[in-house]
Structure formats: C-alpha cells, structure tokens
C-alpha cells in the first residue's frame, strides 16, 4: 500500500566546482545582513576556505561573525554559546561550513534566537519549535544529508545524551556543495560518509508500512550508485566523479525522496547508533554499519512484505537460489561483507567499543527512555530487545 | 563529465487520497487572500471537484473567481482573458485545477500579472520575466510536470505558434495531487500522458553533454515503473496504486532531478512534437511518440558516450549481443514497439496527421525560426534535417 506523503525539499542546491563564490549572492538574495558562520575543525581556516567564504560575504556587504570548534556528535553546550554570540551580534542569518555535526549545530542555534526558552526542549520532546532563523550550508563532507533535510541532532554535554528534532522550519535556504571540498578527507570519514547515506535509504526502504514501487526503484539505483562509488574512492580518494557521485546522493537520501509512499522508516539503527555515539562518541556511519548485521538478524522474521529479500536480490546482487530465509540471510550477509569491505566495523568490537555489563543496561535503558520504548517499524522494539541487540553486537 | 547543476525544487507536494480539502489551508499559508481558479473541461465542475475546492477556499475565507474552458495545447488568447480578469478582480494568488494545459495557462497568467507589458514577449524569447504571481496546482492528469517544473507552453492562436518559457519564477508554491482524481481519464489521454513523462526523462537521460551515474540510476528506475505501470493500467484504468506511480513520475521526470549532471538535455524531440501540437492539435505525449523513433534513427549516429545503448541494455531488457550498432536499433525498435503496445502512435499517421509537401515545409521552417535554426544536443538539427525528420516520421 502506498501512504500518503508531502515532499518539501525547498533547499536551493548548488552542485559542482567552483561554486563557494557564491555564497555572497544566495545570502544577499535570502535576506542576509548580518551572518554566524558556523565551523567545526580549523581545517577550514587554513585551507582557505573561510577565507573564501569572508571574501564572498564582503563583495556583498554582508557583515559576519565567526564560531568553530564544533565537534562529531555536537553538543549543546556549543549550541547555546553559538545562540548567546548571534545574539549579541545580532545575526539574521546562519552559514554551516563543515559536514552534518556543524549543519545541525547551527540549526540548533536557529532554533534557540528564534523561539523562546531552552533550546534542549526541542530536542527533549517537550516542545515544538515554531521556526528556525535561515540556515544555509556550504558541505564539506558529503554523509548525513542534513544540507537538505528536516532533521538535527544533538548531544547534550552531561550524560552524553544525543537526541534529534526533525522540523521543517529547519531546511536550508541553501546549499553549496563543492565536491572538491571533500576530497581531503580520511578514508574512515568518507567510509563512514557512504555508511550513513546508504542508512537513511535503508531505514526507509526496509520499513514495513506502506511502499511504492517507484521510491523502490530510485532507492534501488541510490543503494547501487554509493556501493560502486566507495569502492572506487577507496582506491582513488581524489576521484571526483565518484565524489560527487556521494555528496548528491547524501542529499537525495536523507531529502524525503526515498522515503515517498512509506510509513516513514524504521530507523532502530539510527536510535540504537544515537546512544553509541552519546556514551562512546564513535562516527555515527561507523556505529551504523556496527549494529545493522545484528539488528537486520533480530528483526528479518517479522519482515512481511520481503524488503529484505528484495534489498538482497536487487541491490546486493545475491541470487534468488534456495529459500526465502536463505536468500534473506545471504543478503545480510553481502551487507556486511559490503562493509568490510570499505573497512567499516561490523560489531561494537571491531568498532572500538566493549561495553561493560552496567553499560549494556544503560544503553538499552537510554534508548528505551528516548523513544518511549517502542522502536521501529519491520518489528517493534522495548527495551529487553534493545539489549538483546546491543550485546549480540558485541 | 558530471556538470554543475543548481537543483531547486520549491514546490511542497501534498500527495495522495483525500487530499483536496487542504487546498483553503495551503492557500492561505501562502498568503492567498483572493484567487483564480482555473480549470479546461466542465468535468471539474460537474463531479464536484470544483466545489469542493471552493468549499476549502471559503473555509479559510479565502475569496475566489473562477476561468475555464483551457483546452490542450493552451491558447493566448485565454491568458489574456483570464490577466484581464485577474486584475480586475484583485485577485493575488492562482489555483490551477486540471493538467499540464491549465497549470501552463496559469502560469502565463502570472507572469502576465507580475510584469508590464505583453505576456507573449516572453514566449517569442524578447524578454525574461522578472517575476511571477503565486501558483498553487491541484493536478488531475498525470503528464506534463508542470506542478513542479519551471516550464510552461503556450499556443498563439494565430498560425498555431507553440512556444515555451522556462523560467524559476513560475514554480509552483504547492501542488495537491490525488491519483484517485486520474482514473476517469480515458485510456489515450493516460498513455499520452505516460509518454509524456518518459520524454521528459529521455530528453535528458539521452542527450550528450555530462551525465552523472546516480541521475541515470533514477532515471532508469522511473522509466521502467512508468512502462510497468502505464501496462497495468491498459488492462485496469482504476488500479489506484498503478495511478500513484504514475502521478509521482510525472513530477519527479520534470522537476529537475532526472537532468542532475546533464547538459540540460537535448529536447529536439520536444521541440519537432511543439510544431505539430501548434499546427495539428494534437495531444503532446503521442505527438512525441510519433516522431522519437525517426528522430532516434536519425540522430543516434552521433550519440558518441553510448546512451541508447544504455537505454537499450538497462531499460528496455535488450540483450547486449551482436554490434553495438545492432543492440542501439534493437533497443529503438523495442521502444516503438512499447509505444504501440500501450495504443501510441510510432509515425505521424498513426497520430492521425499527413502534412502536404507545404506543410513539411512550415513544420521545418517554424521549428527551425523557434530554436534559432540550431537544435538538440546529441546532434545539432538545422532546418533541412528537420524537414527530414518529418517527413520521415510520416
């Protein structure tokens, strides 16, 4: 059955080489007069980059002022000295120049000048917020597709708690996406890019309330183009083809298409990975790629509608041979020899992380407690579930 | 070569069943205090459609006029009518309740309404619109795209002049779609308009100038659901899953997603169908099926980077045995013989036009006077290979 969907993807996306320069104009024409521009690592500050982005503000007589250190999982104690400077400023305009963690801190920062109250209710589920300041974004590191999406997620410092809000009002007015700018990045980082890419499709593609063929179809082709395109930046990191191949697919899976006629998604991994990367602070793609094995095992009995068999015969090129359940799970299994294969973790260990007993308990516990301890779509998931994962993950 | 691209996609789709009733809200949201309904048939007025949309205007007292009578291949003269009206009446936001001829009828309606001067000039290519009154669509036929394009056609009615004006004004704030409000079309109109929508795809998926791995990947998927579709809706025109499929398509092929890392595309083919559609009134998605195969055959020669062997291969199930030569006409003909599958037609007669020696002489010459004597991409048209190409489709 097909549900009914609203797609709303208003970012204005601009793609290809040579592109930062125009950032002065798409903030000019968004209404810009005064911008935070928002960044994680100094990376950006000495390759230049900022540099550019400054140059291109000035042309336009945009005045800005500047806030990094963001880091992987970003926290909230950045979030509020980023809303307490664009106060002070008086900042009408937001630029994230780094990859998803800055793009969602600084949504967060949108959030907190325009509402308001703690900014932490929004991502606590105590209130909605009802507006953002505009955001826009220059990508450098193509994963979490928050350039086009609704979504934001952020940890808070005490308690390594890491929560997202998805809203609307948060979509990018713009984004600049340059995919030259990604091409410097470690090899893990890229991995753990593709990784994340290929989960927002999957969460959506493997869900189990509602689907439509042709969401299938563009899945299918998402699903194919990233595996092909990691493999070939494995290899050949400076390929710009394939990273440019990457960074638009990070944006398509994450913007709504791939999730048109669903319920929605499942998105167990995405919450099972959230408290990982609070407690243990490990790349979000990576945490993924950790857990999915084990979470697709618990979870394929109750798949009805053979999503995972249709990922394992039209994605992962596993022949149709034997029994539905063997198909299914040789499916799995080219998954995560998929991982392997770009050098993503396929347990908790080969990730990093040997939780303790407590620790397993506080995991299971955490994720019961943020999403009302009923989790995902193919099966539903409490909290004893949670830790059966977690610890089969090990 | 993947070539930059800007990829603005505006429009908040509202899709599926039940629907409707949220037009007044949408509306209003946007800012409508007085709109133009504008609509072709009577059908809408007579199944209730139209006063259900009235009810949602007035529930939100939104104020409204109403302007039918938009016939396929949409008319000047109903443009000025209804600029005329418009002003008139103070009205401030537009509603499109019909297919690809009436929102492109509105559309010109806003340009007419937000620029001085005559709203023909931007059609005969002498000015650029600087702007465009607010369009809201709610469609009824699954064809043109133009719920989410940046295109709109217009025929002036003396000597059947067809002329196109793309321009990122004009695309639509939201668009309502409910597959159920397309399952009374008759079946020519379905299958014209599901030829409609892969044109729309192949004008961009076979042009020569850039291409990108993941944009041919959703292409290939959309056209192959497409095809799937439009043959299960020959044998059940009321299957509402078969409908919604086909709805998305028709958004998703002309919304710019389908030309991501393309040169544009070639649009020859639009281009030689635009004359006939201007000059014989025929109906767009079979008027292009009548001429591709001839322009296919003629131009596939110069297809340099093997895009009709890949339309042939990963499309249209086309083994890749025997010369390259031999697998591109194969996968020509395997075309044709879809289109003849699903009722189009694959030469002007089948379409139900035969030009006098004259009239292939106008068609050229016209088409030739609107494209600046030089068309398409994958090889470069001028008036004498037009010619050719008409005759040949006879």
């Given at each position: 059955m097909i549900q009914n969907f609203?797609?709303?993807?208003?970012?204005?996306?601009?793609?290809?080489?040579?592109?930062?320069?125009?950032?002065?104009?798409l903030a000019k024409e968004f209404g810009a007069t005064k911008v935070l521009l928002h960044y994680g690592s100094e990376r950006v500050q000495k390759n230049g980059l900022m540099e550019q982005v400054r140059q291109a503000l000035d042309a336009e007589g945009i005045g800005h002022?500047?806030?990094?250190?963001?880091?992987?999982?970003?926290?909230?104690?950045?979030?509020?000295?980023?809303?307490?400077?664009?106060?002070?400023?008086?900042?009408?305009?937001?630029?994230?120049?780094?990859?998803?963690?800055?793009?969602?801190?600084?949504?967060?920062?949108?959030?907190?000048?325009?509402?308001?109250?703690?900014?932490?209710?929004?991502?606590?589920?105590k209130r909605k917020p009802a507006a953002c300041l505009p955001v826009g974004v220059?990508?450098?590191?193509?994963?979490?597709?928050?350039?086009?999406?609704?979504?934001?997620?952020?940890?808070?410092?005490?308690?390594?708690?890491?929560?997202?809000?998805?809203?609307?009002?948060?979509?990018?007015?713009?984004?600049?996406?340059?995919?030259?700018?990604?091409?410097?990045?470690?090899?893990?980082?890229?991995?753990?890019?593709?990784?994340?890419?290929?989960?927002?499709?999957?969460?959506?593609?493997?869900?189990?309330?509602?689907?439509?063929?042709?969401?299938d179809a563009l899945a299918e082709g998402l699903l194919r183009t990233v595996m092909?395109?990691?493999?070939?930046?494995?290899e050949d990191p400076s390929n710009y083809e394939a990273r440019a191949e990457v960074m638009w697919a990070s944006s398509l899976s994450?913007?709504?298409?791939?999730?048109?006629?669903?319920?929605?998604?499942?998105?167990?991994c995405h919450r099972l990975e959230h408290e990982l990367g609070g407690l243990y602070d490990v790349a979000h793609g990576a945490g993924l790629a950790a857990v999915w094995g084990t979470w697709a095992r618990y979870v394929r009995s109750n798949d009805k509608q053979g999503r995972f068999y249709k990922l394992a015969t039209r994605v992962l090129g596993v022949s149709a041979e034997g029994t539905e359940d063997e198909v299914v799970l040789r499916g799995i299994e080219a998954m995560e020899n998929f991982f392997r294969s770009i050098h993503m973790p396929t347990s908790l260990r080969e990730l990093g992380v040997d939780p303790t007993e407590e620790e397993y308990k506080v995991l299971a516990h955490k994720c019961a407690l943020s999403t009302?301890?009923?989790?995902?779509?193919?099966?539903?998931?409490?909290?004893?579930?949670?830790?059966?994962?977690?610890?089969?993950?090990?």
């Open positions: 609203i797609y709303n993807t208003p970012t204005r996306v601009v793609f290809g080489q040579d592109t930062i320069g125009q950032v002065g104009k002022v500047e806030l990094g250190g963001v880091v992987p999982n970003p926290r909230l104690s950045k979030v509020y000295e980023g809303i307490e400077l664009a106060r002070k400023e008086n900042v009408d305009f937001l630029i994230a120049v780094g990859g998803g963690s800055v793009v969602d801190s600084l949504k967060a920062i949108g959030y907190g000048l325009a509402n308001e109250g703690d900014v932490w209710d929004f991502y606590d589920f220059i990508l450098t590191i193509a994963a979490a597709g928050s350039e086009m999406s609704n979504s934001s997620v952020i940890t808070k410092d005490e308690g390594g708690i890491k929560r997202g809000c998805n809203n609307e009002a948060c979509r990018a007015k713009f984004a600049i996406m340059d995919p030259n700018l990604t091409m410097t990045l470690p090899e893990y980082q890229t991995m753990s890019g593709a990784t994340d890419i290929m989960m927002h499709t999957l969460e959506r593609y493997l869900s189990s309330g509602g689907h439509m063929e042709l969401t092909q395109n990691a493999k070939i930046l494995l994450h913007n709504g298409l791939t999730g048109c006629g669903t319920d929605g998604g499942d998105w167990a009302g301890n009923n989790l995902g779509s193919i099966r539903k998931l409490h909290e004893e579930d949670m830790e059966t994962i977690y610890r089969a993950a090990r």
